[in-house]
Structure formats: C-alpha cells, structure tokens
C-alpha cells in the first residue's frame, strides 16, 4: 500500500523537488489539530457521537511569489524593463504567492456508544498546494491568506473499542487517499533579514458524498501552528 502510495505521489514530488530549488522562501511549522469525524451510516443517519480530539501537525513547505521582484527587476531582460515601467503591476504580481509543502498529521477522534467508549489513533502524510497574498503591514509584521488542497494518505491507524484495538489499515474509509479542500491565514514578524516568526490557522476538509445504502466518513481538521520562515 505504501508503494502504490509514493508512485501515486511521485508527480507531486518531482514538482516538490523542483520548487524547492527555485523556492524563494522556506518554512518549518508545527502545532496541534482538532479534526471532526463526519460519519455518516448506511441508513443515512449522521452518527451523533463522535467528538473532536487533538494530535500533532508537522510540516516543510516552500514559497514563490507570482514574480520576485528582486530577481527580476535586477536584470535587463525584456520582462525586467517592461516591470521596471509598470511598478505598480509588479507590486500587485509580487504580493500573490503559491507554495508547496509535505505535511504529517494526525487526525483523531473520541466517543462513546450506548456506554462503550471507543477513540480513532491515526497518522497520516501527504502534500499540500496553496495559492493567496501575502501583504506587508509595518515593522516587519506581515499578513497572508492562502486557499489549499491537499492530498493525504494513512501511514498508521488504530481503533480503541472498549479495552481491544483494531488496526484500521484495511478500512476503505482511512487507507484511501483522501483529498482535502481548505484554507489557511497566517500572521508573520520579521526576525531578520532572512527570518521570520510565523503564527497560522489552518482548516480543511474532505468531500466524500453520501451515497444511498452505503456509509460516508469525511475529515475536518483545524490547525493551529507556530514555525519559522527562511528567506533564500
């Protein structure tokens, strides 16, 4: 599974290796999540008893701006002098940015049936892809708000029912890639030069539709990270 896993990615990660090698930026972030469980049954009954619980997010990203102003306005090419000409273009261009990251998430879950208590233990890895601004303030504070897709894929799960675990590595609803649709806004404070000190919030969710006589599970994980960014 977890071969088919990297040749499903391996587009992904050529596009990563290359980005990261043009990257302007760098990013380490980690933090905690509270991921909601949206199962829906075979009846189509939302099941009322699955409650939020917290796990770890850990991830490296890398940013580009739509055009980086201090590598190509410091040239004389033809794109250089036409920006050079039309600053306020080149201003606009250069606030819009798009990254790519590897990210580890865990995504768990807790409740209880008819007295029975039950909790979700799952691990999962994937990439991610953004598109927003990002807009300088003052004194070195910056803002960003980014849309997001992501693709994830269970490296490790559990199921605690009672006092006995179930592997869920051969549950249809966790081990197949899931597709995540989201955002993120994040807070950032220059340090130096080259580093910054970020905060960000970070939602997502999967949109597996209910299908009649069949039951649905979908994820809604809720980020909250700290990090550091480093300018190339």
Known sequence: MKYIFLLKLLPLIVVLIHSFCQAQSYKIQLGSSMTAFSYTQANGIKADYLKPSSGSHFGISISLAILDTSKNLSNTSKRSIYFSQHPTLAKILSAFQYDFGINYLQMNAVGDLQKIPF????????????????????????????????????????QLISNQYFRLSDNPQFNALQFFTGFRGEISKKINDKTSLFIAYQKGQTTHADKSGEASLNFTPTSFLIGLKFLK
Do not use: R
Not at 123 to 140: H, S
């Open 119 to 158: 909790a979700y233990h799952t691990d999962f890895i994937g990439t991610q892809a953004g598109f927003g601004v990002l807009i300088p303030i003052k004194y070195g504070i910056s803002i960003s708000g980014m849309g997001q897709l992501a693709l994830f894929q269970m490296i490790n799960g559990n």
